[in-house]
């Protein structure tokens, strides 16, 4: 996902924070593990969802079934504290659960029936399915949707947290100087307006666009960091899902 929008985040390195939620899965402290669940399950049901969509082609109330019988398994068996680090990617180890699970759904689903369900975050479905309709892959990339989905929804949270941060701080000029330069246009193939066009169309001096600019893109490089060490399990892998995302390591 190195392409326009990550190059022109710029470099930036931080200190480690967050701790991660693919260690607290397998934490035998049952607070720790569940704070650690919801963190995976907020970050990945969407590209469950649409992985099932796409790659197993299930109608949308049995891919909403599946992705929250998915989950509601993989709490109740402790699926995820069977991660190696050092074999695969934690999403890839994932992705390789889930297909496994649809493999055997009907099982699946007559032990959710038995076991009763798990209470999971509030999955939004429709919104998911809105987005689906919006972007079909084509043949080629059905294979990679899964991982290009998890990166889309990491890049997305992060946006929304460093929307919170700037209003939190005052600083809504802020976020709009980066949302007009990185986020608004549609268009892959267009240039991104220069730092006079932006300080002529929000009233402001081009030295504003260029301080609000870099702490907007240190800011939000900061946030993906945090994110990224919540849902990985070493520095090794860190560095290989920020390669990844914006083409260099943290």
Not at 89 to 117: A, I, N, P, W
Not at 224 to 232: A, I, Q, S, V
Request: with cysteine.
């Amino acid at each position: 996902m190195a392409d326009d929008f990550s190059r022109g985040l710029g470099g930036a390195r931080f200190p480690q924070t967050r701790r991660s939620a693919v260690q607290g899965v397998g934490s035998d402290d049952p607070a720790e593990r569940a704070r650690a669940f919801e963190l995976l399950v907020r970050a990945y049901w969407k590209p469950v969802y649409k992985h099932l969509r796409v790659r197993w082609r299930r109608p949308g109330e049995q891919a909403a079934d599946l992705t929250q019988g998915f989950f509601t398994r993989a709490l109740e068996s402790r699926m995820f504290s069977g991660y190696q680090p050092g074999r695969a990617l934690f999403r890839t180890y994932l992705k390789g659960c889930l297909d496994h699970h649809v493999l055997k759904e009907h099982e699946s689903q007559r032990r959710q029936k038995r076991g009763g369900g798990a209470v999971l975050s509030s999955l939004d479905f429709a919104e998911a399915e809105r987005e689906l309709s919006l972007a079909q892959p084509g043949p080629e990339s059905i294979e990679s949707y899964f991982d290009r989905e998890w990166q889309r929804q990491l890049v997305g949270s992060t946006v929304d947290a460093l929307r919170e941060r700037c209003e939190q701080s005052n600083k809504q000029l802020t976020f709009r100087v980066f949302e007009r330069y990185l986020l608004e246009d549609s268009d892959p193939a267009a240039e991104r307006p220069t730092y006079g066009q932006l300080a002529s169309e929000l009233g402001i001096k081009v030295t504003d666009v260029t301080n609000y600019l870099a702490f907007a893109r240190r800011e939000f490089r900061r946030l993906l960091h945090e994110k990224l060490r919540e849902l990985t399990s070493s520095e090794e892998e860190l560095q290989a899902e920020a390669r990844a995302l914006l083409g260099e390591a943290p």
